[in-house]
């Protein structure tokens, strides 16, 4: 089992920055990948960015050039930078760490909200 705890969300305005952070625990060796999905109101659920045990990172389109996602020195955390913030930002950010025998966990989400 992994436990994924997230923090940093919060309320910011348009143009300004957050830093997500996600630390895992529990069975670490288990997990292939990790990344930050989130969700805006009636929306689906979409990925926003991911890294992998490699480093090898992906980004929605809507991240590319404003987010970075990067893994703390223990590699046991995950990082989300976000700048340039716009109000299409706004949804719970969710923290995901893939298996490696498929499947994964989820974190229990943090609020983001981008004022305009």
Do not use: H
């Amino acid at each position: 089992q992994v436990q994924l705890v997230e923090s940093g969300g919060g309320l910011v305005q348009a143009g300004g920055s957050l830093r997500l952070s996600c630390a895992a625990s529990g069975s670490i060796v288990s997990i292939s990948a990790m990344g930050w999905y989130r969700q805006a109101p009636g929306k689906q659920r979409e990925l926003v960015a991911s890294i992998t045990i490699r480093a090898t990172t992906n980004y929605a389109d809507s991240a590319k050039g404003r987010f970075t996602i990067s893994r703390g020195n223990t590699k046991n955390t995950v990082y989300l930078q976000m700048n340039s913030l716009k109000p299409e930002d706004t949804a719970v950010y969710y923290c995901n760490a893939d298996r490696v025998i498929g499947g994964s966990y989820w974190g229990q989400g943090t609020q983001v909200t981008v004022s305009s």
